[in-house]
């Protein structure tokens, strides 16, 4: 029976990487290629395509970092296909260990890799049918774009693989960090990654809702437990069986609910208000909070055996100023975000624009980064943002005026990032390239709390 199959191809336009698609068409496949850059690239869900060939050779370490949640994203299982020498990279072998179902040479033979392929479609055809069998189907978002986390800083390569960590393993996680850093984002992430992907992901502002609301919200009720309680209610945790359930501002939760969270957490069933009987409920709590939980649960505000229950796995997002070297790529990232509600005339953002935002201190973080964007957007009255566009004070940019030791503080740190992001995070040639010694690089690393990705952490030539 002949059955055209589609698959993804990810490329640099090179001569191999056509002669590799020539081969996989000749072999029957209907490819669908995917031009750089990855980091906007969505692929449908409802694609023919279940499999992907990723050819890596001749991908820069930026390329790399966005098709890792380009592939994070996907549903499909890929193939790498990479030649010996692609491998000695830190980052085409993470790539290839951490995500990719197989790996070929790029002399493979046709009847090889058709072999390959054939069998990736069938895996991943199994996993989906497993999926829909267990009545879980339906993405945990509408809108796929939503959960891209961008990011190509040392700092954002070790948060994704802390997604990764955690994400296979059922444990609760606390996830802390300033406002709009991105918490829900990465609770999005570790839930997309999960065994639970197929169920729903379900996120509750635990601020947000008065205290007489906030139990029925989360355990729901029955009919007449209270006045006004007319009909039955499910409340959120039951609602998310089989998911993921992210409860933001977990310190604002009343004092007497924590105790109904815990023994949730512990027995795993829940009781609706004016309920008696025990439900069993299956979901993993994602918590994360802006305020200093250790603080309050020494000020007693906060449950000290409730603190250690959700605080089994930690991760910290990072604020922007901290990866101050992302904000162009995500910058640009929000311009093609919202590129539909901007004005014909606007092509792009100026240096200028850009590099005001790198002066900024962005207490908003991301968040404010996209208000920002999106203002900006609308303002512009040129074919290129300026300045001006994005509305940051002077004031708040003087108060950025470094003393000579800081600046020379910052263009170190910044040197050492970029010497080792052109080189793939690979201590010997960063360290050429910048004129000093490895020992000096690691230094500096040490000194600016740089680290790298854990694969590249290895002796490099
Ligand atoms: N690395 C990132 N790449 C792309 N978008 C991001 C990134 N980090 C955050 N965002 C976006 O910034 C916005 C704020 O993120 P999010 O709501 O996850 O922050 P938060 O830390 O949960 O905020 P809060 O503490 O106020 O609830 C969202 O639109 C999110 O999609």
Redesign the pocket.
């Known amino acids: 029976m002949e059955v055209k199959q589609g698959c993804w191809m990810i490329a640099e336009a090179t001569g191999e990487a056509e002669q590799l698609e020539a081969k996989v068409r000749t072999l029957g496949w209907s490819v669908t290629r995917l031009s750089p850059p990855w980091s906007g690239c969505c692929l449908e869900d409802d694609s023919e395509c279940r499999i992907g060939v990723v050819h890596v050779d001749g991908l820069s370490a930026d390329r790399i970092g966005q098709l890792e949640s380009l592939i994070l994203r996907s549903r499909c299982l890929w193939l790498a296909v990479a030649a010996e020498d692609t491998l000695e990279a830190a980052e085409s072998r993470k790539l290839i260990a951490t995500l990719c179902h197989g790996l070929v040479a790029p002399t493979v033979e046709s009847q090889e890799l058709g072999c390959l392929m054939q069998q990736a479609h069938m895996m991943s055809t199994l996993q989906r049918h497993d999926v829909e069998q267990r009545g879980m189907t339906g993405a945990a978002s509408n809108d796929d774009s939503?959960y891209?986390?961008?990011?190509s800083t040392p700092v954002?390569w070790k948060l994704f693989q802390m997604i990764r960590k955690v994400a296979a393993v059922e444990a609760p996680v606390f996830i802390s960090?300033?406002?709009?850093?991105?918490?829900?984002?990465?609770?999005?992430a570790i839930h997309e990654r999960s065994p639970r992907a197929s169920a729903c992901f379900h996120a509750i502002?635990c601020g947000a809702l008065p205290d007489h609301l906030i139990q029925s919200e989360l355990f729901g009720h029955e009919k007449g437990a209270f006045t006004g309680a007319v009909q039955k209610k499910i409340g959120r945790i039951e609602a998310t069986d089989g998911g993921t359930l992210f409860l933001?501002?977990i310190g604002d939760l009343p004092f007497e609910l924590q105790v109904n969270l815990l023994r949730f957490l512990e027995t795993r069933t829940i009781q609706r208000v004016g309920g008696l009987e025990d439900i069993p409920v299956d979901v993993r709590i994602v918590a994360?909070t802006?305020v200093d939980l250790e603080r309050a649960v020494e000020e007693g505000r906060f449950r000290e055996d409730l603190y250690h229950r959700l605080n089994v796995l930690q991760i910290k997002?990072p604020p922007l100023r901290e990866h101050q070297e992302?904000i162009e790529i995500?910058a640009r990232?929000?311009f093609e975000r919202f590129a539909g509600e901007k004005p014909s005339h606007l092509r792009g953002i100026s240096r200028d624009a850009l590099l005001v935002m790198r002066q900024y201190s962005w207490p908003g973080?991301?968040?404010e980064?996209?208000n920002r964007m999106r203002r900006a957007m609308i303002m512009c009255e040129h074919r290129l943002i300026q300045p001006e566009d994005l509305g940051i004070e002077r004031r708040k940019m003087s108060r950025q005026i470094l003393t000579l030791e800081q600046a020379k503080e910052r263009a170190e740190r910044e040197a050492l990032i970029a010497a080792l992001g052109r080189n793939k995070n690979k201590i010997h040639p960063a360290a050429k390239e910048l004129g000093v010694s490895r020992v000096t690089i690691y230094r500096l690393m040490e000194k600016h709390g740089v680290i790298r990705p854990e694969s590249s952490a290895q002796p490099t030539a």
């Open positions: 939503e891209e986390m961008v990011g954002m960090g300033e406002s709009g850093t991105g918490k829900e984002l990465t609770a999005q502002n933001d501002e994360a802006h997002v992302d995500l990232y929000f973080n991301v968040r980064l996209i």
